[in-house]
């Protein structure tokens, strides 16, 4: 229709264009392997993601092909989250905690025919590779040149390294432009019986869960953040940070694999980190360490808990640091974030004991995504925070089926039944009293009950 608004899709490349052309000077700072602490900046990773893109397409890499990593938060992972997505192929993070047998099925399955990975998974890599030699045929160290050594591949399988593939490539002028629509990001979640499912995100789920994410009553990522992801880029794009942040101009913080808490308090107070997303073991690890030390945070203000439940303990000994800590509930399936507990007028005002225990609940729906909970006969359970049931949700970035599994779609209205079951109070908060799903998570990771 004439004179309406303009249409333009909702692209990843959008951000890091953003970011590179209004906080071009905002900061990315990386913990390399070695612990050295690398720094650029989102114009200097914007030019260097587009010079990646050419390097991508002289390895073969075409439009909806999956590109696997194998790395932690660093920028050279944000490069690759960029320019595979950017180029329209489908950036595959793989877990490198998974069984070795659970990460070669998911190569496999996917199809990768490219595996980005950080020296420190060589060995890992070097294990996988006889298993995949039918699909596999590059893989790239993030490495300087002679950082690491050649590895022992099969046949037919060839080893880069990164800093000479971007060197050597020629440096894409645009970012190719094409339907919202098309897959951006592929995660595999595990489950008690079967393989791993692959869960596949869209260019337009990615940028509205990042839109959603920052809003005042959520992460909201500002100009002036500077936010460390200890979530790892390889755990639902670390609940999607890496867009949120530079949609923003916020400076990121990459911790790499230095994941203790004498590594993350140095980093944190190093850079002034304000913000700081994670799972519960993580906080617990670190406010352990706070509680021998006598230490206190330099500038760390908030941070956002999720993945399991966030004790109330941990509400109690972040707020003794001077720590808000803020609960975000979701899954792989989710993009994650559905619910996050931010104030209402009715829990603004709650102090001491009550603010603690409400702090607790996962949260409530952010515009875009809704939830309910249903009694056996499917009809939904009252808000009253009492009655049981089992969890769905729906919405703008809720999964509508597995990557590869036609059986399991439930199309784009459909309620997607979350394993968790829970009451929701008269407010819209949601609890989680127990589940359903026969998991159990041990450090962010799940094993089967019956493992
Ligand atoms: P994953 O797909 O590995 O991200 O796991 C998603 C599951 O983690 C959810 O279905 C919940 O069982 C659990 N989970 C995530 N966030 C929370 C939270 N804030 N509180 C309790 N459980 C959570």
Redesign the pocket.
Known sequence: MLGLMQRRELLISSIIQHAARHHGEAEVVSRRDDGRIVRTTYRALERRARKLMGALRELGVGFGDRVATLAMNSDRHLELYYAISGMGAVCHTINPRLALDDIAYILTHAEDHVLFMDACFAPLAAAVAPKVAATLRVIVALAEPGEMKQLELPPGVTQFDYESLIEAAREEEDWPVFDENTASGLCY?SGTTGKPKGVLYSHRSSLLHAFAINSADAVGTRATTRVLPVVPMF??NAWGIPYAAPMVGAALIMPGRHLDPVSLLGLMDGERVDLSVGVPTVWLALVNHMRQTGAGFKTLKRIM??????PRALVVAFAELGVEAC???????TS?VVVYNGPKPATAILEGESRCDHATR?GRALFGADIRATGPEGAETSWDGKSQGDISCRGHWIAKGYFRAPDSEIGDNAWFS???VGVIDQNGYML?TD?S?DLI?SGGE?ISSIE
Do not use: N
């Open positions: 979640t755990h639902v808990s999720g993945g399991a439940a966030l609960q975000g509930w979701g899954m792989t399936e994650p996962q979350t394993g968790d989680l589940r799903k998570k799940w």
